[in-house]
């Protein structure tokens, strides 16, 4: 399995002790946990439950970034900057059919609660920022950025973790998640987010990581 070191791509946010940021760094926390609540992670802001059994594994979930909306405002924020890279890629290629919000974009994530801290898993897929893996009879795997995210209070850290694998599944050729599935999992001990991709039973090559959480 493939150890990737994230490396910092976002300075981290020193506690706001004037008014103006501190407001505005209190509303983000709250707007981050509203977005993941929505998303099935219900908590209270400040009170989170720890994640139950973090070491199984679990189907990740899928967010789509096309059209800005308060279900998605913290995936989008995640990956605000390759996002606007993509509109921009679209454009100068004299297409703008999607003026009103985001050209094609979607992101896969997977969260780990804790009472201190949340940890975000995120694959940004993109038709600029994103390469073919493999494609076979509706199914295709991509390698396509990722990031992990952590929240701890009003602090946010955003770190690169190099490439990972983004499922896609091609609902009108019949294909589900019973043929495919992508998962990850948290293993405590060694303090990493574990991911995995299933096609047709098995395992693809390439696609299982082991992604460091630093202290």
């Not at 139950?52 to 679990?58: F, K």
């Not at 290629?93 to 994530?109: K, L, T, V, W």
């Not at 990031?147 to 190099?162: K, P, Q, S, W």
């Amino acid at each position: 399995m493939m150890v990737i070191p994230p490396t910092m791509v976002a300075a981290v946010m020193p506690w706001p002790w004037r008014g103006r940021r501190r407001r505005d760094a209190a509303l983000r926390a709250i707007l981050v946990a509203a977005a993941l609540a929505w998303h099935g992670f219900h908590l209270e802001v400040g009170a989170q439950e720890r994640t139950p059994d973090p070491g199984s594994w679990r189907p990740v979930s899928y967010s789509d970034l096309t059209k800005p909306s308060s279900s998605n405002a913290t995936f989008a924020d995640i990956w605000k900057d390759e996002i606007e890279a993509n509109n921009k890629a679209y454009r100068e290629a004299g297409d703008f059919r999607f003026a009103s919000g985001n050209a094609p974009a979607a992101e896969a994530h997977f969260v780990i609660w804790s009472p201190a801290k949340s940890v975000v898993l995120s694959i940004l897929n993109a038709a600029t920022r994103c390469t073919s893996k493999q494609a076979d009879a509706g199914v295709r795997v991509k390698l396509c950025p990722m990031r992990l995210v952590i929240y701890e209070g009003i602090r946010t850290r955003v770190l690169n973790a190099d490439r990972g694998c983004f499922l896609e599944l091609d609902a009108s050729a019949g294909q589900s998640t019973a043929i495919a599935t992508a998962y990850a999992a948290y293993d405590v001990p060694s303090r990493t987010v574990k991911t995995g991709l299933v096609v047709a039973g098995q395992a693809v090559d390439g696609c299982s990581h082991a992604i460091p959480v630093p202290q």
